[in-house]
């Protein structure tokens, strides 16, 4: 079976992209295009049945957000990580990754795919370095055996970090940076390349890498392996020179035909946000851009749900398409059920924000906020409460101090909505 993109380049489309593109109110034949250049990717590995969802992330089309979930060495419930799944798809996950690191991982990623309806991603040099006792005992093989076993599995996008090499790391090496490298599957790969004196697999041999990613038609997700872990080392030139890499391997991707999108950073202050947005879209040609967060202060703990929700904003309103959740839990623990529910809602939150100003997306998103709007207007409860967010939370507010009036406890008799709209009527009854 021919990959998405070779079809798109022929002008065909699956029956289900149909399914995708009326979802996102874009023509077919303009999706294809998208997909043909590589401005947007549909990760669906070529194992999915007709059932699955999936979804388009890049240009034109509506922001999505991706949900974090997985064991660690030190907190194994596998039952906790499938309701994790379930309550993050309730409240409007695009898509979820495992990123398991305790346990049987292979039983753990089987039993969360069973729950997962929406687009599923994998760090697959996780599990690689638990395949030997020491991760820089891992040997060339493990990097990709790992990658297609997954793809085998029907995993659909994979995070990879190709972009790190011996450039890059001599770049950091230079840099004056407080947090080094914070993101665990780039220090793997550079503590191995440091300790056997070799370049990284997965850039030495990423044509091989490709080769087994686009025979089940898996997305490459490029990692971040170089986001800054803090404010402090927002911005530096390992980062922009990791950027540069990752452009040239996009190149390479649309060439061999592999849906690729890039990750980027971190922790951005934010009048750093637009500029490192707009250079990873120029870098990559306008690879569709996944960001964790960023986040845009390091005080945050507890509720860095929120600072990472201020940086998507931002980031979406720069060119970022896809968002990668944070939970109140960040920098502190493996998170709860409810703490995968408050960083989901915060990044949908910032997503349909977005979307409000976003080109193509515009018009639906605002569409929403009309209903909104006019529910408020009519004090219309029920249909506010149905247009939420999280409807559940927003009735069970109201409910808390119900008001004697038909408005809310806010203001009561008083409330100006009300007011200003019966005098309203009542002018517009004269004049007619
Ligand atoms: S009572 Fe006040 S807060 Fe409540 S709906 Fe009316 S104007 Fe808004």
């Given at each position: 079976m021919?990959?998405?993109?070779?079809?798109?380049?022929?002008?065909?489309a699956?029956?289900?992209?149909?399914?995708?593109?009326?979802?996102?109110?874009i023509?077919l034949?303009k999706?294809?295009?998208?997909?043909?250049?590589?401005?947007?990717?549909?990760?669906?590995?070529?194992?999915?049945?007709e059932?699955?969802?999936?979804?388009?992330?890049?240009?034109?089309?509506?922001?999505?957000?991706?949900?974090?979930?997985?064991?660690?060495?030190d907190y194994?419930?596998?039952?906790?990580?499938?309701?994790?799944?379930?309550?993050?798809?309730?409240?409007?996950?695009?898509?979820?990754?495992?990123?398991?690191?305790?346990?049987?991982?292979?039983?753990i990623?089987?039993?969360i795919?069973?729950?997962?309806?929406v687009?599923?991603?994998?760090?697959?040099?996780?599990?690689?370095?638990?395949?030997?006792?020491?991760?820089?005992d891992?040997?060339?093989?493990?990097?990709f055996?790992?990658?297609?076993?997954?793809?085998?599995?029907?995993?659909?996008f994979?995070?990879i970090?190709?972009?790190?090499?011996?450039?890059?790391?001599?770049?950091l090496?230079k840099?004056?940076?407080?947090?080094?490298?914070?993101?665990?599957?780039g220090?793997i790969i550079?503590?191995?390349?440091?300790?056997?004196?070799?370049?990284?697999?997965?850039?030495?041999?990423?044509d091989y890498?490709?080769?087994?990613?686009?025979?089940?038609?898996?997305?490459?997700?490029?990692g971040?392996?170089?986001?800054?872990?803090?404010?402090?080392?927002?911005?530096?030139?390992?980062?922009?020179?990791?950027?540069?890499?990752?452009?040239?391997?996009?190149?390479?991707?649309?060439?061999e035909?592999?849906q690729?999108?890039?990750?980027?950073?971190?922790?951005?202050?934010?009048?750093?946000?637009?500029t490192?947005?707009?250079?990873?879209?120029?870098?990559?040609?306008?690879?569709?851009?996944?960001?964790?967060?960023?986040l845009v202060?390091?005080?945050?703990?507890?509720?860095?749900?929120?600072?990472?929700a201020?940086?998507a904003?931002?980031?979406?309103?720069?060119?970022?398409?896809?968002?990668?959740?944070?939970?109140?839990?960040?920098?502190?623990?493996?998170?709860?059920?409810e703490?995968?529910?408050e960083?989901?809602?915060?990044?949908?939150?910032?997503?349909?924000?977005?979307?409000?100003?976003?080109?193509?997306?515009?018009d639906?998103?605002?569409?929403?906020?009309?209903?909104?709007?006019?529910?408020r207007?009519?004090?219309?409860?029920?249909?506010?409460?149905?247009?939420?967010?999280?409807?559940?939370?927003?009735?069970?507010?109201?409910?808390?101090?119900?008001?004697?009036?038909?408005?809310?406890?806010?203001c009561?008799?008083?409330?100006?909505?009300?007011?200003?709209?019966?005098?309203l009527?009542?002018?517009?009854?004269?004049?007619?």
């Amino acid at each position: 079976m021919e990959c998405l993109i070779e079809m798109a380049r022929k002008g065909f489309a699956p029956d289900w992209l149909k399914e995708v593109a009326e979802f996102e109110g874009i023509e077919l034949n303009k999706l294809l295009k998208l997909i043909s250049r590589g401005e947007v990717v549909v990760p669906r590995n070529i194992l999915r049945n007709e059932d699955f969802k999936a979804k388009a992330i890049g240009k034109l089309v509506s922001t999505k957000i991706n949900v974090n979930i997985g064991t660690s060495m030190d907190y194994i419930n596998v039952n906790e990580e499938i309701e994790k799944a379930i309550v993050a798809q309730k409240y409007g996950a695009d898509a979820i990754m495992d990123l398991s690191t305790g346990g049987n991982l292979t039983l753990i990623r089987k039993k969360i795919m069973e729950v997962v309806e929406v687009p599923f991603g994998t760090v697959p040099i996780y599990e690689a370095a638990r395949s030997c006792k020491r991760v820089v005992d891992m040997d060339e093989d493990d990097f990709f055996k790992v990658v297609e076993k997954q793809a085998k599995e029907g995993v659909d996008f994979m995070t990879i970090h190709a972009g790190v090499n011996w450039i890059t790391v001599e770049r950091l090496k230079k840099s004056k940076r407080l947090l080094g490298v914070v993101s665990r599957g780039g220090a793997i790969i550079i503590g191995w390349m440091m300790h056997n004196g070799l370049e990284n697999p997965y850039y030495k041999d990423f044509d091989y890498l490709l080769e087994i990613l686009k025979e089940y038609d898996v997305t490459i997700s490029l990692g971040d392996a170089f986001r800054p872990g803090c404010i402090h080392d927002a911005s530096d030139r390992a980062k922009y020179m990791e950027f540069i890499v990752l452009g040239e391997l996009v190149e390479k991707c649309r060439q061999e035909g592999v849906q690729a999108m890039v990750e980027g950073p971190g922790h951005v202050p934010l009048d750093e946000i637009e500029t490192s947005v707009k250079a990873m879209k120029y870098v990559t040609k306008n690879a569709p851009l996944y960001l964790l967060g960023p986040l845009v202060t390091d005080i945050a703990a507890g509720y860095d749900h929120i600072a990472s929700a201020i940086g998507a904003a931002i980031a979406g309103m720069a060119g970022a398409d896809f968002i990668c959740y944070v939970t109140p839990s960040e920098h502190l623990a493996l998170p709860t059920v409810e703490d995968v529910k408050e960083g989901v809602i915060a990044a949908k939150i910032a997503a349909h924000a977005i979307d409000l100003v976003k080109k193509g997306q515009k018009d639906k998103a605002r569409k929403v906020d009309f209903e909104m709007s006019l529910a408020r207007k009519n004090l219309d409860w029920k249909n506010q409460f149905k247009l939420s967010i999280d409807p559940e939370k927003a009735e069970r507010i109201w409910k808390k101090r119900r008001s004697t009036s038909e408005a809310c406890s806010m203001c009561g008799d008083l409330c100006a909505i009300k007011i200003v709209k019966e005098a309203l009527e009542r002018e517009w009854k004269k004049i007619a």
